[in-house]
């Protein structure tokens, strides 16, 4: 990674927090000053403000293809395709 890239100021403030284990997974949760919501939608809030569509790609319904329309300025984000999946056919 290029030094450039990467904001020393801020990776200087990094502070660890408390290492969490479970299995043979392990976490270490990465704290700064910097206050700040995310940078996306979520699914359900580009749908409740009408920001994006979700429609099959043909009239025939070709799974697993969806168009996605997203208005929104931010990016939107899905955790899982099944979302989308289930909420273009229950029309949630």
Not at 15 to 28: A, D, P, S, Y
């Amino acid at each position: 990674m290029r030094d450039e890239c990467i904001d020393q100021d801020l990776l200087a403030s990094v502070v660890l927090g408390e290492m969490q284990r479970h299995g043979n997974l392990t976490v270490v949760p990465l704290f700064t000053p910097v206050n700040h919501g995310p940078e996306y939608l979520t699914l359900k809030e580009a749908l409740e403000n009408g920001l994006l569509t979700i429609t099959e790609v043909s009239q025939h319904g070709t799974v697993p293809e969806l168009r996605v329309d997203n208005r929104a300025e931010l990016p939107c984000c899905s955790w899982t395709a099944r979302n989308l999946w289930a909420r273009n056919r229950t029309g949630c």
